[in-house]
T-cell receptor
Framework: DAMVIQNPRYQVTQFGKPVTLSCSQTLNHNVMYWYQQKSSQAPKLLFH???????NEADTPDNFQSRRPNTSFCFLDIRSPGLGDAAMYLCATSRDGIGSDGYTFGSGTRLTVV | GDSVTQMEGPVTLSEEAFLTINCTYT??????LFWYVQYPGEGLQLLLK?????DKGSNKGFEATYRKETTSFHLEKGSVQVSDSAVYFCALSGTGNTGKLIFGQGTTLQVKP
């Protein structure tokens, strides 16, 4: 089945130690998104790629970076994780960026910062 | 800017009760509307969607109708089950917001046997 896969499901990192979260898709969708979801809150968009074009949200901290080396893969890099960055990180894709076919989410990576 | 407002939770129902979760939106243009469901520790799953006014989305017994005149997209189910216990998010995406999916705050549903 075509899908969005996030690895790992659970990630524990040390305060200040760089960490990378991975997302891959077999849908061949043009757009890939990274969301941060803290406990009992709605997902918050960090940034997205439309093909190779990177679009950062205005309030996304500089500590968060992203890479999309090809259509299938997208990475979220946290350069110096703080305790406040502990959250569920969700990757999503859409074919056209306007949701006419909906958005497909991965199962998420739960990040713990110790 | 575009926004989505959902009724506050948690909503607690007995099994086989009728469910309504209210959702209203503010948007420029004509957004697509979605309901997503999130089970504990999981990502979001698309429950249903509607892309134009008067469309009805339906899936697994859940329904929602895109009401442009009231800017609403209320979620309903005639008979809930314990397995429906989850967090439900209403969301919109429109041509004016470059592909962003904008979420409501989420409503927790707990169904008791």
């Amino acid at each position: 089945d075509a899908m969005v896969i996030q690895n790992p499901r659970y990630q524990v990192t040390q305060f200040g130690k760089p960490v990378t979260l991975s997302c891959s898709q077999t849908l061949n969708h043009n757009v890939m998104y990274w969301y941060q979801q803290k406990s009992s809150q709605a997902p918050k968009l960090l940034f997205h790629y439309y093909d190779k074009d990177f679009n950062n949200e205005a309030d996304t901290p500089d500590n968060f970076q992203s890479r999309r080396p090809n259509t299938s893969f997208c990475f979220l890099d946290i350069r110096s994780p703080g305790l406040g960055d502990a959250a569920m990180y969700l990757c999503a894709t859409s074919r056209d960026g306007i949701g006419s076919d909906g958005y497909t989410f991965g199962s998420g990576t739960r990040l713990t910062v110790v | 800017g575009d926004s989505v407002t959902q009724m506050e939770g948690p909503v607690t129902l007995s099994e086989e009760a009728f469910l309504t979760i209210n959702c209203t939106y503010t948007a420029t243009g004509y957004p697509s509307l979605f309901w997503y469901v999130q089970y504990p520790g999981e990502g979001l799953q698309l429950l249903l969607k509607a892309t134009k006014a008067d469309d009805k989305g339906s899936n697994k017994g859940f329904e929602a109708t895109y009401r442009k005149e009231t800017t609403s997209f209320h979620l309903e189910k005639g008979s809930v089950q314990v397995s429906d216990s989850a967090v439900y998010f209403c969301a919109l995406s429109g041509t004016g917001n470059t592909g962003k999916l904008i979420f409501g705050q989420g409503t927790t549903l707990q169904v008791k046997p």
